[in-house]
């Protein structure tokens, strides 16, 4: 049965519903279900722009049709769904296989639904929607971070899941002209494969999902932002360089580091204080024994006030894990703060003491954990916060973090991140703070709405894993989150003083220098023995040698000089949801060779970058894409583009061409 009903088609047969509605331009929201009434929540899909009225046709006794701008949508009388663009072209196709429609050209004794609701103990269904695969020269990009090379996603398979270096935020942007949100916070997996193109959930109540068609990359970026949120205005201390180490034990250490930078005459705009500055996790408060050193300050107060005169802003990292022994511990467990548990002792993992998590989804416990930090860090001055471990890595599969039946765990496991966010850019919010900015590990999709500045997590320093973060950043950005970092040389390992690593290093600098965020993080050798809880090694600029931190100190100079450009491109992430990094198609979409590029890429409109990837590389060949002329930075000469020119590269220079 097809039908219209409140501005959408409707398709019924059995116990499966179906529904097809307008959701902002061009653009569908599609749910099914086989419960009695589709279920209400509407998860990344934050708001829903007005959008014209859209044109419903259901002709008794044949195919019913939906449209709504560049967007169409086609439902058989046996409920297959086939989208197309404005121009007639196919962007989607359910791939089903079976007999129940004669008059299909893909009719198949094979029986496999596109859209499969499989009933499971405790009430929810295991999800997959099947989808042809109707080109396999398509190239798809988005669907988040994962530690891997590639750019082009066509032919990957993921999982859906947050693990420490892993974001699902599942939207993905086809080269065939559409994107898609896969609206389902579950846990699950995408298969994009040559022959089938698959994503499942594997436990949850509805299929959900938003598609839309767009002429340009950018149309469909934008209208995806429209609908899931922008990210605030970034506020001026993220366009500068931010000094990190794993960790700064105490409160002189820190200072003595900004002090220096200071001393040199090299710019700094943030400074972290990591993780174990407290006495248990869950107190969300300093350890007076370390912060503060009773000498040259007597208060965290005064600690905040010196480096706010120097212009240096203080972050601090949170976890939301609650330790039993913990001060807050038993009014959290008696109020119903806490996650529960499927079986066994109420034990998350173990890390430094038998631990928990606050449940986030719960806003009773976002508002507790940011009136504790508001207590004992805003109040002092600390405006930027690190929230740490918010995927938790350790045990996806172990909680029933939504307090609900058997399986609830895995059908809300991807939006544990976004919640943690949300407490505390609800609570700046309260406070009258407009530009907020949360470090997080992971980031579901809608986290750019809650200030969510992605870090790709603790990565291996290698040149493998330094190339991997330039795939994982690039499909941030398209995923919807423009706010993304990463440490700069790697978290696991590498010694200042190992020539190998400084050169790793160096590149990697030079790279960060033109991510969204440039942020030195690590944990280096050797460990210092006579500190306590593991905190790494140097990793200042000058703990590399006098060659490299001339480079460094370079660098950061030039980060300076484009502050105000980078400003404009933090302006353009707010106001339209556009990527501060960005691939070359994004800006040249008409360029076919600028889809095949997956090692340059764009700061913005007008930089191209050619980041060195390998050891010991001291010439690089760079594309530079048609529809534009160029001229590497430095360089008066001007090239044309749709060429290969081949530039050198030493130790102090990445290549950097200028848009002219």
């Not at 409140?6 to 099914?32: M, T």
């Not at 420490?164 to 298969?191: E, K, T």
Request: aromatic share 12%; with cysteine; proline share 6%.
């Amino acid at each position: 049965m097809l039908y219209a009903e409140d501005g959408k088609l409707v398709y019924r047969f059995d116990d499966h519903i179906l529904w097809i509605q307008p959701w902002s331009e061009n653009a569908f929201r599609i749910r099914a279900t086989k419960l009695a009434s589709m279920p209400s929540e509407d998860w990344a899909l934050s708001s829903k722009p007005s959008t014209h009225k859209a044109i419903i046709d259901t002709p008794a006794g044949k195919e019913a049709s939906i449209s709504n701008g560049k967007i169409k949508a086609v439902v058989s009388q046996r409920g297959k769904i086939i989208i197309y663009n404005s121009k007639g072209k196919k962007l989607l196709e359910e791939y089903a296989r079976h007999r129940r429609d004669p008059m299909d050209p893909k009719c198949s004794a094979l029986e496999i639904e596109a859209r499969e609701l499989r009933p499971i103990l405790g009430g929810d269904y295991h999800l997959t929607m099947r989808l042809e695969s109707l080109d396999p020269k398509e190239k798809i990009y988005g669907m988040g971070q994962y530690q891997q090379p590639y750019l082009n996603l066509k032919g990957v398979d993921l999982e859906l899941g947050h693990r420490n270096s892993q974001a699902s935020v599942p939207f993905a942007l086809s080269s065939l002209g559409y994107g898609l949100l896969w609206n389902n916070p579950g846990i699950g997996r995408a298969v994009l494969g040559t022959n089938i193109m698959s994503f499942e959930a594997y436990s949850t109540k509805v299929l959900d999902y938003w598609v839309v068609a767009g002429d340009t990359p950018a149309e469909i970026e934008e209208a995806y932002c429209k609908v899931t949120g922008h990210v605030p205005m970034m506020p001026e201390y993220g366009l500068g360089f931010w000094q990190c180490k794993l960790r700064y034990w105490n409160q002189e250490q820190l200072l003595n580091v900004a002090r220096e930078y200071k001393r040199r005459n090299v710019p700094l705009d943030v400074i972290v204080i990591d993780f174990f500055h407290w006495k248990h996790q869950g107190e969300w408060s300093f350890d007076p024994e370390f912060w503060p050193d009773p000498g040259v300050v007597a208060t965290t107060d005064a600690m905040v006030k010196e480096l706010k005169e120097m212009k240096v802003e203080l972050m601090v990292s949170i976890w939301p894990t609650v330790e039993n022994l913990s001060e807050n511990y038993p009014e959290m467990l008696e109020r119903g703060l806490l996650i529960r548990h499927d079986r066994g002792l109420r034990v998350a993992m173990q890390c430094d003491g038998d631990i928990t998590h606050f449940d986030a989804t719960n806003p009773e416990a976002r508002k507790y954990i940011w009136e504790k930090a508001k207590k004992n860090y805003y109040d002092k001055g600390i405006k930027v916060f690190w929230l740490d471990e918010a995927e938790p890595e350790y045990s996806i599969y172990d909680f029933d973090i939504y307090r609900y039946q058997a399986g609830s765990n895995l059908q809300i496991g991807n939006i544990f991140p976004r919640e943690y966010a949300r407490a505390f850019y609800e609570g700046m919010e309260a406070e009258g703070q407009k530009n907020i900015v949360n470090l997080l590990r992971c980031a579901w999709a809608g986290s750019q709405k809650y200030g969510a500045l992605v870090w790709s997590g603790d990565i291996a320093s290698s040149w493998a894993s330094f190339r991997n973060q330039l795939a994982a950043g690039l499909n941030m950005g398209l995923a919807g989150i423009p706010w993304w970092t990463t440490d700069i040389g790697g978290f696991h390992g590498g010694n200042p003083a190992d020539p190998a690593f400084r050169e790793l290093f160096t590149r990697w600098f030079q790279w960060g220098t033109f991510c969204p965020v440039m942020r030195l993080h690590g944990d280096r050798e050797p460990k210092p023995a006579d500190q306590p809880t593991a905190p790494g090694g140097d990793n200042e600029i000058w703990s590399y040698g006098e060659e490299v931190y001339e480079i460094c100190k370079k660098y950061i100079g030039i980060r300076e000089e484009m502050r105000d450009y980078t400003r404009s491109l933090m302006r353009e992430a707010h106001e339209k949801g556009t990527p501060v990094i960005r691939t070359l198609f994004y800006e040249f979409p008409g360029d076919k060779k600028s889809w095949e590029i997956e090692t340059q890429y764009l700061f913005g409109a007008k930089y191209l970058v050619a980041p060195v990837l390998e050891a010991e590389q001291r010439n690089i060949t760079v594309y530079l894409p048609a529809g534009a002329s160029w001229r590497l930075w430095g360089e008066e000469m001007v090239r044309a583009g749709g060429q290969d020119v081949e530039v050198a590269c030493p130790i102090e220079t990445m290549p950097v061409f200028v848009r002219v």
